[in-house]
């Protein structure tokens, strides 16, 4: 696990892959991918992204540092 964000986590803990999260999310897998490995993204990409996990908006803090 990356320490920026808990992404991986949070999808293993779901038992989702990444294609599986990265379609939920309307993302593509590589996309995904990067995250995981804590590079940076866009806001809209982090929600899209709480969204698919079935997390709130305000639960940000939770899974991006």
Do not use: W, Y
């Amino acid at each position: 696990m990356h320490p920026q964000n808990r992404v991986k986590k949070i999808r293993e803990a779901k038992m989702l892959s990444k294609a599986e999260l990265a379609r939920l999310a309307g993302i593509s897998p590589l996309t995904i991918d990067r995250i995981e490995k804590g590079k940076p993204c866009r806001m809209a990409t982090k929600r899209k992204i709480l969204l698919a996990l079935g997390l709130e908006i305000h639960q940000k803090q939770t899974v991006f540092e």
